[in-house]
């Protein structure tokens, strides 16, 4: 069984992702092959919060080249985690 630290990679900090943290929906890049059982579970137990829902998405690695050789970026998940209404905020975004 995966531990939450293997499950929640790292925090996502973007322009779009810090708007949402005003609705109380924080984002978060997790393993490719967690479900969304994992990761509630993992966010309530790293950060002490209640969730509400969980939406994810699998984002494709784009192509890249340098000079001839030619390659993709990683794929990777993102998780966009909604928190309950009386739930603490996330100090780790502040």
């Known amino acids: ?3 939450a630290q293997d499950v929640v990679i790292r925090p996502l900090v973007t322009e779009k992702s810090t708007r949402l943290m005003e609705m109380g929906k924080y984002s ?3 393993s490719r092959d ?10 309530e137990q790293l950060f002490g919060v209640k969730v509400k829902a969980v939406n994810t998405l699998r984002i494709k690695g784009k192509p890249r080249r ?12 993102k998780a966009i985690v909604t928190l309950q ?3 603490k905020r996330i100090e ?3």
């Open 34 to 43: 967690a479900n969304k059982i994992d990761i509630k579970n993992a966010v």
């Open 66 to 77: 340098v000079g001839i050789h030619r390659g993709y970026r990683p794929s990777w998940k």
């Open 92 to 94: 780790i975004f502040e």
């Open 1 to 3: 069984m995966k531990t």
């Open 28 to 30: 978060f890049v997790v």
């Open 85 to 87: 209404e009386g739930s």
